[in-house]
């Protein structure tokens, strides 16, 4: 069955960054691309970007352009999410979720569990 | 940049039907998905493509889209079916996903 496992808590002080983690199971990794969204606490889902699972090819967001970056590791079927220059409204819960069909614009079929990602000095 | 619209709130009695709609500037012409994700969990796939429903999800989950409006119809509503719903859809002009704002579903 498929399967997305995230990475666990973090905590962060404003000005670092952050890696999330999101390893895929029970389907061909390649064939199917990954999105990351986030949900602030109380609030809604903002998506943030999108990979290829075939050819790492992004498309990101313009409100997190230049400050987000997305990567995969065909190795071990594992998508990461990296956001620099952390802030407090930062502060969510970050997914991944897969492409329900191979094209950037099919919905998500699959989510991981979440992330909660606190900054806080 | 796209804009999606949904009531912040609907409530409906158990065995009657909800209706939870989307507004967009002229989003009958785009795929609209929704999303339930009840509190402490993953948003889960309920509606995509305006109205095909994914293997496992009741078919008392309809959708529809026309002109200025798409929305998610769920009849017979269970207590179960409380939760958070998201109207989803691709802005191809600005290559973005794009989420409405909402809609939390009371049963009463």
């Known amino acids: 069955q498929v399967q997305l496992i995230q990475s666990g808590a973090e905590v962060k002080k404003p000005g670092a960054s952050v890696r999330v983690s999101c390893k895929a199971s029970?389907?061909?990794?390649?064939?199917?691309?990954i999105s990351w969204v986030r949900q602030a606490p109380g609030q809604g889902l903002e998506w943030m970007g999108w990979i290829s699972g075939y050819n790492g090819i992004t498309k990101s967001a313009q409100k997190f352009r230049g400050r987000v970056t997305l990567t995969t590791d065909t190795s071990t079927s594992t998508s990461y999410m990296e956001l620099r220059s952390l802030r407090s409204d930062d502060t969510a819960i970050y997914y991944c979720a897969r492409d329900m069909h191979p094209s950037d614009s099919a919905p998500f079929d699959y989510w991981g569990q979440g992330t909660l990602v606190t900054v806080s000095s | 940049s796209y804009v999606l619209t949904q009531p912040p709130s609907v409530s409906v009695a158990p065995g009657q039907t909800a209706r939870i709609t989307c507004g967009g500037n002229?989003?009958?012409?785009?795929?609209v998905h929704w999303y339930q994700q009840k509190p402490g969990q993953a948003p889960v796939l309920v509606i995509y493509?305006?109205?095909d429903r994914p293997s496992g999800i009741p078919e008392r989950f309809s959708g529809s889209n026309s002109e200025t409006t798409a929305a998610l119809t769920i009849s017979r509503v269970e207590a179960g079916d409380e939760a958070a719903y998201y109207c989803q859809l691709w802005d191809t002009s600005s290559e973005h996903w794009v989420f409405g704002g909402g809609t939390k579903l009371t049963v009463l």
């Open positions: 493509d305006d109205f």
């Open positions: 002229n989003i009958g012409s785009k795929s």
């Open positions: 029970g389907y061909r990794f390649t064939d199917y691309g």
